[in-house]
């Protein structure tokens, strides 16, 4: 049995400036409500943080020394000096006019062509963050994993199983054996029968969706790889991932739910690990694809055609 232990702690390099507004709206909700202050006042005011020293921080926080230090190594840096340097950064960026201002929920009554164009702006904003935020680290290793597994078990409920179908059929048109399971006790099941040098891979924006972290948990426990694609990566699911792939998401709003959001950065996420999958199985892969390509313009074609 393996060892079971937090893959949600910050690997590799500090986050870039680019990807520390996505890491803070990605962190907020799992925080202490002082440690959400922090991480608040530095997404607000970021140029306004960096000239602050943490005691500076923490007075205008109202918070102490060692909760804004916390907070900066929970963003994933060693200490506030990294934070502050980040911090400058995203200031400078932010006014170089390639960080526009959030836009406001969709209303009511906003007409058709505003609404368009606020979903528009949450979309791109939502897949910059997450792959700002993407640990290429963390998803180069799942990409390996999945390209020389004998099998591939996906679980995901409601939005995210869409997305585990997915994720399932781009790789068995690539030759792999993959399958999505949306039904929590088929999923189990499956789980069951999986063994070292297969893979299995949680979707779960919330990472705490019960009938999704139990058959990773299984898999784990028999050894398959784990892979958690979540927008929490403090979030329960992570204890059973050998592997954690973080999403972001936008505002949620009364029009706009949750789930929109995820379903969007969990799309940019499997097909990040579908495309690297595809490359490093090439020879195979290629070959795969143009007959499923070939086999589906086959049957579209009328009979009277052929």
């Known amino acids: ?3 079971i232990f937090n893959a949600s702690q910050p690997t590799g390099l500090p986050p870039a400036p680019a990807a520390l507004a996505a890491k803070v709206r990605t962190l907020t909700p799992s925080l202490t409500r002082s440690m959400q202050r922090v991480a608040e006042a530095v997404a607000d005011n970021p140029a306004g943080c960096a000239a602050l020293t943490v005691t500076g921080l923490a007075e205008l926080t109202g918070t102490s020394e060692a909760t804004v230090v916390r907070t900066a190594r929970l963003l994933g840096y060693p200490g506030y000096r990294d934070l502050r340097l980040a911090l400058a950064g995203l200031a400078a960026h932010q006014q170089s ?3 526009p201002s959030v836009t406001a929920d969709i209303a009511v009554d906003d007409p ?6 606020k979903l528009a702006y949450d ?5 910059a963050d997450t792959a700002a935020g993407l640990d290429t680290v963390q998803l180069a290793a799942a990409v390996a994993a999945a390209a020389t597994a004998r099998r591939i078990d996906v679980y995901g409920v409601g939005a995210s199983s869409l997305v585990g179908m997915d994720l399932a059929q781009k790789l068995l048109r690539i030759g792999l054996i993959a399958h999505a399971h949306a039904d929590p006790h088929l999923a ?3 789980a069951v029968q999986l063994r070292s040098g297969d893979v299995a ?3 779960t924006h919330s990472g705490s969706t019960g ?4 058959p990773l948990r299984v898999a784990f426990e028999r050894g398959a790889t784990t892979v958690a694609i979540t927008g929490r990566p403090d979030g329960p699911v992570t204890q059973y991932a050998d592997h954690v792939l973080t999403t972001s998401t936008a505002r949620e709003s009364e029009l706009r739910p949750a789930a929109m959001s995820s ?5 940019l996420v499997v097909d990040c690990l579908f495309i690297g999958v595809a490359q490093r199985t090439y020879e195979t892969a290629a070959p795969a694809l143009a007959a499923s390509y070939e086999a589906l313009a086959h049957r579209h074609t009328p009979r009277n055609a052929r």
Do not use: F, P, W, Y
Not at 112 to 117: C, G, R
């Open 1 to 3: 049995m393996k060892e």
């Open 97 to 99: 006019g390639r960080a």
């Open 112 to 117: 058709i062509s505003e609404v368009v164009a």
């Open 123 to 127: 979309e791109q904003q939502t897949l």
């Open 188 to 190: 189990v099941t499956n």
């Open 201 to 203: 891979i949680a979707i």
């Open 211 to 214: 009938d999704v972290i139990e």
């Open 263 to 267: 379903r969007t950065s969990q799309l």
